[in-house]
């Protein structure tokens, strides 16, 4: 019965704290803080202060566990007059901060290495399923109050350049900023620069339909402007921020359909044509979110804009969507890649590919495509993912907060 009550009370002191008598929620504060002096200065206290403390502690959980209010008032007041003075026992609001903060960061490092790792989605290989960071034009620069909105809201950040004199685009570059985001910077022929808070590829796809970014036969053509003439007005959205489950494939294998998250150790993430300069921010990336379309044994195949699965269109309702091309879907589906304009690709439209099953799970093979296939650096240039490359499928969205938040299927 004695550890029953124990444990209600600690579901009500713990879990409905905000709902406790103030003089128990006191009571509780100074019971913690005597157990933490206790354990942590035991070995240096003399034996009377030890006997002092734990007698202490022993008659205040008593008090507690009795509801006994005056009792527990007075054992308050007790501990804060005999205790209150000896070296160490009250700790500064800096110390407690400090404190909570490595317990916060020690759980938090424990759930990534162990459960749940947080992953960002620099480019739109996979959308509309999962948005990258996308470039929007905009018309006019909104006030600081729909600004400060669209951040918390979407990870929004709005910037805007104009020309000041005759001058010509001549290099795009991407680069980490602050560790966690990317910026790309844009300079010109008269060595000013601008700025943008996103990966190249979304800028670049910005340039393209402003006619500032031409592909041609002979290369890649950059464009110029004149005085007066803006160079950006756009809002950045931040790409999703998701969770990725690392223990599911512990206990299930993975599903053909999911979306899932691998590192792209021994995978040559560079095969990709000269043509492809709208995938350059897709290379060399140290871990790729893609949909699993192919498992060990399966015979793979694209016949645009469909993915042929042992022969048949694939089933799986997330994989049937993109081939469908319904809109927001990119309308060609799975793209076929050619061998002449590819000869370096996995999957060609030479013909079926197998994927290993082995004796050793970790390196049977899957499949990685993006949603997006017209923009999506994949298993159809570089080939198959081995099991041990594989981290685990996307579970939730969980930042920003806008349709894709929620469940990732």
């Keep these: 019965m004695k550890e029953i009550k124990s444990i209600l009370y600690w579901l009500l002191d713990n879990a409905l704290a905000w709902f406790t008598p103030s003089w128990r929620r006191s009571g509780r504060e100074a019971l913690a803080a005597l157990s933490r002096y206790v354990n942590y200065n035991r070995h240096v206290l003399s034996e009377e202060v030890l006997h002092t403390c734990t007698t202490y502690k022993d008659e205040l959980s008593a008090a507690l566990l009795n509801w006994k209010k005056e009792e527990c008032i007075r054992l308050v007041k007790l501990i804060e007059v005999k205790c209150g003075e000896l070296p160490g026992f009250k700790r500064g ?3 407690e901060m400090i404190e909570s903060f490595f317990v916060i960061m020690v759980i938090f ?3 990534r290495t162990y459960y ?7 480019t739109g290989s996979m959308q509309p399923s999962l948005n990258g960071i996308i470039v929007h034009p905009v018309d006019e620069i909104p006030g600081v109050a729909r600004q400060a909105w669209d951040m918390l809201t979407l990870g929004s950040a709005y910037v805007e350049a104009t020309a000041e004199n005759t001058k010509s685009l001549v290099n795009i570059e991407d680069h980490p900023k602050y560790l966690l985001f990317t ?6 022929s008269d060595g000013s620069q601008v700025n943008i808070p996103s990966a190249k590829g979304a800028v670049m796809q910005y340039l393209k339909e402003q006619g500032k970014f031409i592909e041609t036969p002979n290369g890649i053509r950059l464009g110029s402007y004149r005085p007066g003439e803006t160079i950006v007005r756009a809002r ?3 790409g999703d921020m998701i969770l990725v489950n690392r223990v599911a494939y512990h206990f299930r294998q993975p599903r053909r359909g999911e979306t899932f998250v ?11 044509p000269p043509s492809a300069m709208r ?3 897709q290379q060399d990336g140290t871990h790729y979110i893609k949909r699993l379309c192919g498992l060990p044994g399966d015979t793979l195949q694209i016949a645009t804009p469909f993915l042929l699965v042992n022969g048949k269109a694939a089933v799986e309702p997330t994989i049937a969507r993109v081939a469908a091309g319904n809109a927001p879907y990119n309308p060609e589906g799975y793209q076929q890649l050619s061998r002449i304009m590819n000869p370096l690709a996995y999957m060609t439209d030479l013909g079926p590919v197998h994927l290993q099953k082995t004796s050793d799970p970790t390196k049977r093979e899957y499949a990685a495509l993006g949603d997006n296939t017209t923009n999506s650096l994949d298993s159809r240039y570089w080939g198959p993912v081995r099991q ?3 981290i685990g499928p996307a579970c939730f969205t969980l930042w920003p907060f806008t349709s894709h938040w929620g469940n990732i299927d």
């Excluded at 749940?116 to 620099?122: E, S």
């Excluded at 910026?183 to 010109?188: I, K, P």
């Excluded at 691998?262 to 990709?272: A, L």
């Design 388 to 390: 041990f490359n594989i």
């Design 116 to 122: 749940v790792q947080p992953f960002r989605i620099p």
């Design 93 to 95: 609001g800096i110390v």
């Design 236 to 238: 950045v959205d931040a």
């Design 109 to 111: 490092l424990g759930l």
């Design 262 to 272: 691998f590192d792209t150790r021994g995978i040559n993430t560079s095969m990709q």
């Design 183 to 188: 910026e790309t910077t844009l300079t010109f």
């Design 279 to 281: 995938m350059n921010d």
